[in-house]
């Protein structure tokens, strides 16, 4: 499977209208003072629409998060941080991103979607470990340091990533800072360990490892896509079980790469995001309604 495909004017609206939805969304950037150590980036960012509708995001030098919040009667207390993929070259913001935060929100989950700096875009001198990881760390903090603004339990911010957004959100469940009361502010002095991680066809599976305190793993995939990303599934997987860490995998047989949550996606693989939904409540992160 493969990202570029035919879809109906009735899916294009789909998009469109929440790409829409996401501009009303005020965007929150991770450092609104600066982003550390580049003074001298500069540069609009840049919005293309791919042949299938999906808007396409590139040319990222501000970080940052769009929340989707619950209705304060559906609100479960749960926060997902989101990463959309796209190579570490430009984010499909809608299947991986808007679309998949706005079902989320409306099932009582806090979502947002992440715009991190971008790796491997034409002349970029960020990294996947230096900045990629730093912004989704940073997405942590930031999402519990308003925890009582958007009421959310702090016990209760978990990640997920789709391909390359999953190679940052797995990175974050293996290399993070616990609390710190010392912090210079109240996002500094919070911890950037995700409670959860939500691995959708991540890729460059082989640097996965399973660190002391990793979170409960979920991962959906599909058995077309290559191997290092069907395979290395499987693998990781058996490394959770291994380490006795509470892990959910499902490849499904007809999928391939970049489902994400569109409309037009037909079979069992439409319903990944229901699964992901039935293990956190069997995982206590929220409960059963």
């Known amino acids: 499977m493969i990202r570029r495909k035919t879809v109906t004017s009735v899916s294009i609206f789909v998009l ?23 003074a001298h980036k500069t540069g609009e960012e840049k919005v293309r629409v791919a042949e299938t509708g999906d808007h396409v995001v590139t040319n990222i030098h501000f970080p940052s998060i769009t929340p989707y919040l619950p209705k304060k009667e559906n609100n479960t207390g749960a926060a997902i941080i989101i990463a959309p993929g796209g190579g570490h070259r430009e984010l499909w913001i809608d299947h991986e991103g808007y679309n998949v935060a706005k079902w989320f929100s409306e099932q009582g989950v806090a979502a947002f979607v992440l715009k991190y700096r971008l790796s491997k875009q034409d002349s970029s001198t960020y990294t996947i470990d230096g900045d990629e990881l730093a912004d989704m760390q940073r997405a942590i903090q930031l999402v519990k340091s308003k925890a009582a603004e958007w009421k959310i339990d702090t016990a209760k911010v978990g990640v997920m990533g789709f391909s390359a957004g999953g190679e940052v959100a797995a990175l974050s469940a ?15 002095k919070q911890s950037s360990r995700p409670a959860f991680q939500a691995l959708i066809y991540p890729g460059n599976s082989s640097r ?7 979170p409960p793993l979920f991962i ?39 489902f994400g949550m569109r409309s037009t996606t037909k079979g069992a693989v439409a319903g990944w995001y229901l699964r992901l939904k039935e293990w956190l409540m069997d995982i206590r992160i929220i409960s059963p309604r």
């Open 220 to 258: 959906a995939c599909g058995y077309q896509d290559r191997d290092d990303i069907a395979k290395g599934m499987a693998d990781l997987y058996l490394k959770y079980k291994q380490a006795g860490i509470p892990a959910e995998l499902h490849i499904y047989s007809n999928a391939g790469h970049g």
């Open 174 to 188: 293996m290399r993070f800072s616990y609390a710190n009361a010392a912090g210079s502010n109240d996002v500094e």
């Open 208 to 214: 996965y490892t399973v660190a002391k305190d990793s």
């Open 16 to 38: 469109m209208s929440n790409f829409l939805l996401a501009q009303t969304s005020k965007e929150i950037l991770l450092w609104p003072e600066g982003v550390p150590g580049q």
